[in-house]
């Protein structure tokens, strides 16, 4: 329930989120069998990832962070005091605290559809920074979010690291950045800034190792989707003829994860039928990753003007600020 007591997730009379059952029956259904990555993330999959962003190979985490750690003063003048950062999925992570650190910030507001991670992060910011006010807000960040009265009158500055835009195609990518600046209040004629993470193209080999690791985790991320579903929705996926595959497609400049079948198989999901020829794949993510050009036009298309960019020493991550 958000504050204003409205279920986010809709479940059937047997606790079945129907959002859930109905990507997964249409996903199945399809000649490329797709599925959306954020159905990756119950408990088990945010475990994982988070496991993810310690492997040596996913190097996103650090270098992302390497940035915020090396540049809070440019922060600090670009930027400036008293704005009230809106952080767009509230991760647990060290990010969070660098930023506020570097711009003395006038309200800290995270944004999150998951209640339990969103009081969880807020409580440890809170600790952290016991002068700062912090409105945590339970809401599905991808449409506008009306933002707590206390913050309507400050500055406002978006926060969207981790390159978590790459998971998303173009389309929906562009609806977000056109979201984030209705949320932040650039269509009252205010001028927001978002400090936003892009992961940028690198070979090929470096790519396909971060997004499968030699201990498994992220195989384990990606399978855990269909012991989820046969969890979650009565599934009878034999999980041991599913491998984690996670190629490079060139023409789109994405990482994708499938879930690949090692022979025919037949299955039922929520009474249903489905059935897999050795070598089918289920589409389980798309990862882009950015030029810095093509980083800068999808901004723009979102109605973002970049202003600054900062990339880590080995020039693999990119921080952008844009102003709305
Ligand atoms: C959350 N997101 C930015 C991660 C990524 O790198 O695309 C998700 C992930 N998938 C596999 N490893 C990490």
């Given at each position: 329930?958000?504050?204003?007591?409205?279920?986010?997730?809709?479940?059937?009379?047997?606790?079945?989120?129907?959002?859930?059952?109905?990507?997964?029956?249409?996903?199945?259904?399809?000649?490329?069998?797709?599925?959306?990555?954020?159905?990756?993330?119950?408990?088990?999959?945010?475990?994982?990832?988070?496991?993810?962003?310690?492997?040596?190979?996913?190097?996103?985490?650090?270098?992302?962070?390497?940035?915020?750690?090396?540049?809070?003063?440019?922060?600090?003048?670009?930027?400036?005091?008293?704005?009230?950062?809106?952080?767009?999925?509230?991760?647990?992570?060290?990010?969070?605290?660098?930023?506020?650190?570097?711009?003395?910030?006038?309200?800290?507001?995270?944004?999150?559809?998951?209640?339990?991670?969103?009081?969880?992060?807020?409580?440890?910011?809170?600790?952290?920074?016991?002068?700062?006010?912090?409105?945590?807000?339970?809401?599905?960040?991808?449409?506008?979010?009306?933002?707590?009265?206390?913050?309507?009158?400050?500055?406002?500055?978006?926060?969207?690291?981790?390159?978590?835009?790459?998971?998303?195609?173009?389309?929906?990518?562009?609806?977000?950045?056109?979201?984030?600046?209705?949320?932040?209040?650039?269509?009252?004629?205010?001028?927001?800034?978002?400090?936003?993470?892009?992961?940028?193209?690198k070979d090929p080999e470096v790519l396909e190792a971060?997004?499968?690791?030699?201990?498994?985790?992220?195989?384990?991320?990606?399978?855990?989707?269909?012991?989820?579903?046969?969890?979650?929705?009565?599934?009878?996926?034999?999980?041991?003829?599913?491998?984690?595959?996670?190629?490079w497609?060139?023409?789109?400049?994405?990482?994708?994860?499938?879930?690949?079948?090692?022979?025919?198989?037949?299955?039922?999901?929520?009474?249903?039928?489905?059935?897999?020829?050795?070598?089918?794949?289920?589409?389980?993510?798309?990862?882009?990753?950015?030029?810095?050009?093509?980083?800068?036009?999808?901004?723009?298309?979102?109605?973002?003007?970049?202003?600054?960019?900062?990339?880590?020493?080995?020039?693999?991550?990119?921080?952008?600020?844009?102003?709305?």
């Open positions: 329930k958000t504050e204003q007591g409205i279920a986010l997730v809709d479940r059937d009379e047997d606790g079945v989120d129907r959002a859930f059952r109905e990507d997964v029956l249409a996903g199945l259904s399809q000649r490329q069998k797709a599925i959306p990555a954020r159905w990756l993330y119950d408990d088990a999959g945010s475990q994982l990832f988070e496991d993810i962003t310690d492997l040596e190979e996913y190097y996103p985490t650090r270098a992302e962070t390497e940035i915020l750690e090396a540049r809070g003063q440019e922060f600090a003048r670009l930027i400036g005091p008293g704005r009230a950062v809106v952080e767009f999925g509230s991760g647990s992570s060290v990010k969070t605290p660098l930023l506020l650190n570097a711009i003395a910030p006038g309200a800290y507001v995270p944004l999150d559809i998951s209640g339990d991670f969103l009081r969880q992060s807020a409580a440890a910011l809170s600790e952290k920074f016991p002068g700062l006010n912090v409105h945590p807000v339970e809401a599905d960040f991808m449409r506008e979010v009306a933002l707590p009265e206390d913050v309507l009158g400050m500055k406002k500055l978006g926060f969207f690291p981790g390159s978590t835009i790459g998971n998303m195609v173009a389309r929906t990518a562009v609806d977000l950045l056109r979201s984030m600046r209705a949320t932040l209040g650039a269509e009252e004629g205010e001028t927001p800034q978002l400090l936003i993470g892009m992961d940028l193209v971060a997004y499968d690791d030699a201990r498994g985790v992220t195989a384990q991320f990606n399978l855990n989707l269909a012991r989820r579903i046969n969890r979650e929705l009565g599934g009878t996926i034999p999980v041991e003829s599913l491998r984690h595959t996670a190629p497609n060139d023409d789109f400049a994405r990482i994708e994860m499938h879930l690949e079948a090692t022979r025919d198989i037949a299955f039922k999901v929520a009474g249903r039928n489905f059935t897999m020829k050795r070598g089918e794949t289920i589409h389980t993510e798309n990862s882009h990753k950015f030029t810095r050009r093509s980083a800068n036009t999808l901004l723009l298309a979102g109605g973002w003007t970049p202003i600054e960019r900062w990339t880590d020493e080995a020039g693999r991550f990119s921080l952008i600020l844009a102003e709305a």
